[in-house]
Nanobody, 123 residues
């Protein structure tokens, strides 16, 4: 079992920055990949970013590439999502997720999910 708790969401103006955190507990954190997804009102949940167990490989959705950075600190059992140059279309509930088998970009590849944290970007 893996428990995930997100934090760091909030309200920010367009062009601003936020850093999301996701604290993990349960299984050995350094043994699995992590991802961030988001879901805007009325839309399906979508992939944002993913990172391998070591942090050596990262993947991003085209919509956030160059603006968002995923990272992890295995000593702190935490994965981060640094979000810069935020846009109103980034408004969504952001979820972190754990992939026990490999680092993926599809929702159905992930085994455990957090409860989500709201990010609202005002124009």
């Amino acid at each position: 079992q893996v428990q995930l708790v997100e934090s760091g969401g909030g309200l920010v103006q367009a062009g601003g920055s936020l850093r999301l955190s996701c604290a993990a507990s349960g299984r050995t954190f350094s043994s699995y990949a992590m991802g961030w997804f988001r879901q805007a009102p009325g839309k399906e949940r979508e992939f944002v970013a993913a990172i391998s167990w070591s942090g050596g490989s990262t993947y991003y959705a085209d919509s956030v590439k160059g603006r968002f950075t995923i990272s992890r600190d295995n000593a702190k059992n935490t994965v981060y999502l640094q979000m810069n140059s935020l846009k109103p279309e980034d408004t969504a509930v952001y979820y972190c997720a754990a992939d026990l088998s490999r680092v993926g970009v599809a929702l159905n590849e992930y085994d455990y999910w957090g409860q989500g944290t709201q990010v609202t970007v005002s124009s």
